[in-house]
């Protein structure tokens, strides 16, 4: 079976622009992930969608990141502006959605900000 | 909150040595344990888990016991191998379909 498809992989920018993100979850999955991997650091959650539905954006700083999941299907992971903060692996993770499942996670999106 | 503290690497290691990655952990209810390895260039990849305390997870020659008492999951091989080069990262999940939380992370290199 397919794997969580990510795009792009690599992304250049400059502060202050804006940057998009699109993740492709594996078949069937109703749980979506996204997470931010700073250099150095273990991967900490965004935004979690159950279907197209937010469960958990406690820890995305809505002042510049943005996410749907709008057919519950695929995802885009949007900020704008970008902050040379910014700069990490964004990952996309999705799992069946059910108790005691694994969690797959795409190759990620490396994004640097200049 | 919940929280993952694993050693800090990098760990260098010859190959055929025994290895040990530690990982204690805190949380208020009763987690599931997980070791994720991400090799070079590639995504994060669930190495193994265990889902209450005493079980032992294993794969691949890897092996981590869940310890309730100490609060910690040590990741464990007998025998590296320098395939085994990659990132180690100890996560937990509350319960059912909530987010990882992970640690920071261990670089391992096995050299011949």
């Known amino acids: 079976e397919a794997g969580v498809a990510q795009s792009p992989r690599y992304k250049i920018i400059e502060k202050r622009q804006s940057v998009a993100f699109w993740c492709n979850p594996i078949?069937?999955?109703?749980?979506l992930y996204w997470y931010q991997q700073i250099l150095g650091q273990g991967p900490k959650l965004l935004i979690q969608f159950q279907n197209n539905g937010v469960v958990d954006d406690s820890q995305l700083p809505k002042d510049r990141f943005s996410a749907e999941r709008l057919k519950g299907v695929d995802s885009t992971l949007k900020i704008q502006p970008a902050k040379l903060e910014d700069s990490a692996v964004y990952l996309c993770?999705?799992?069946?959605?059910?108790?005691?499942?694994?969690?797959?996670f795409g190759p990620g999106t490396r994004l640097t900000v200049l | 909150g919940n929280s993952v503290t694993q050693m800090e690497g990098p760990v260098t290691l010859s190959e055929e040595a025994f290895l040990t990655i530690n990982c204690t952990y805190t949380?208020?209810?009763?987690?599931?344990l997980f070791w994720y390895v991400q090799y070079p260039g590639e995504g994060l990849q669930l190495l193994l888990k265990?889902?209450?305390?005493?079980d032992k997870g294993s794969n691949k020659g890897f092996e981590a016991t869940y310890r309730k008492e100490t609060t910690s999951f040590h990741l464990e091989k007998g025998s590296v191998q320098v395939s085994d080069s990659a990132v180690y990262f100890c996560a937990l999940r509350d319960s059912g379909n909530t987010p990882l939380v992970f640690g920071k992370g261990t670089r391992l290199s096995v050299i011949a």
């Open positions: 078949s069937g999955h109703a749980t």
């Open positions: 949380a208020t209810g009763y987690p599931s």
């Open positions: 993770a999705s799992s069946l959605g059910t108790t005691s499942n694994e969690q797959f």
């Open positions: 265990a889902t209450k305390a005493d």
